[in-house]
């Protein structure tokens, strides 16, 4: 059974505290939280609280919460700015670590259960999992290792992820099959790997038509189809804000940045005379701008100025 995840999610406007990188993970590094509270308000304090230190998911006797972005770094290992664990591993802090017991217990076993399924939708090995004092020597997870367990919890983390059909080890490289009603930028945040070396990876030209069951590879060389394609360069996108305005905007300027949104299969109006390029910034252009700014992690406003500008450029690429 899939352990569903309840997000509670850093505000964007605390990334540049809590996560400012964007993170194409590589390990799962497991903490105890020397705490007594609950999943909920381990996320909940620390997405608030002004400190850096931070962490993907928390974990107690009853659920998953998460607080971080799989696809954003996080402050959990203590071995510096540009430390492996703290810019390419995903942080699991295990709750009720200080007093443990029974509810401690539980939480170890569903953290034994949710890290296995992060490996298993990575194509990760159990080689993929560290404890916090690989990293920086800090005695963590407390309560594992003082009981002498960190080996025995690997093994039944190794254990959980046979049941799910796993991979024991990583090599060569993960897949992910895609799940029904998974969007690329979904599967992006699940695997930590960016929506652009996703697509470059699985040749993958239009984000919007992906497939349930199609295997995604998440590592290695691109498929040849995915070679960089040649269209594009030429729609010297325009400088500025624009939006739906009354009347609304009009011009080749405005017919360029449809021209570019379409080109990334952005189509103002697809099936409609031209998909919609007709030089007029109205409600549909906001919407194709709109849908690129979700897909592609921006604020989406329907808005293009300048952030929006440089990200089609990236893309056209
Ligand atoms: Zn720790």
Redesign the pocket.
């Given at each position: 059974m899939t352990i569903s995840v309840k997000k509670n999610l850093v505000s964007e406007a605390k990334y540049a505290l809590k996560c400012p990188n964007a993170m194409t993970a590589e390990y799962i590094t497991i903490?105890?939280t020397a705490n007594d509270a609950s999943a909920a308000n381990e996320i909940s304090y620390m997405i608030e609280n002004t400190s850096s230190t931070s962490f993907h998911f928390a974990v107690d006797d009853k659920e998953v919460r998460q607080g971080i972005p799989t696809n954003r770094n996080a402050w959990?290992?203590g071995d510096g700015k540009n430390g492996t664990g703290n810019r390419k591993s995903i942080g699991v802090e295990i709750c009720y670590s200080k007093s443990g017991g029974p509810k401690y217990k539980a939480a170890e076993k569903l953290a034994i259960k949710f890290v296995a399924q992060l490996l298993k939708e990575r194509g990760w090995g159990i080689d993929r999992v560290r404890k916090?004092q690989d990293w920086n020597g800090?005695y963590?997870?407390h309560r594992i290792l003082s009981e002498g367990r960190w080996d025995e919890v690997k093994a039944a983390i190794e254990t959980e992820l046979k049941a799910l059909g796993g991979k024991t080890t990583s090599k060569p490289g993960g897949t992910y099959t895609i799940k029904k009603g998974d969007a690329l930028s979904v599967i992006a945040q699940k695997t930590g790997v960016s929506m652009a070396t996703l697509q470059r990876l699985n040749g993958i030209k239009n984000p919007n038509l992906i497939k349930v069951g199609q295997v995604l590879k998440l590592t290695g060389s691109s498929t040849s189809s995915a070679k960089p394609s040649n269209k594009k360069t030429s729609y010297a996108l325009p400088s500025g804000i624009y939006k739906v305005t009354s009347p609304m905007r009009k011009g080749d300027d405005v017919r360029r940045i449809q021209k570019a949104l379409a080109a990334l299969y952005f189509y103002p109006d697809k099936g409609a005379k031209n998909n919609g390029i007709d030089g007029v910034y109205g409600p549909k252009t906001a919407n194709a701008v709109k849908r690129f700014q979700s897909i592609y992690g921006l604020v989406a406003d329907g808005i293009y100025g300048p952030k929006t500008k440089a990200k089609i450029e990236s893309k056209l690429k």
């Open positions: 903490h105890n959990h290992t916090h800090k963590c997870p």
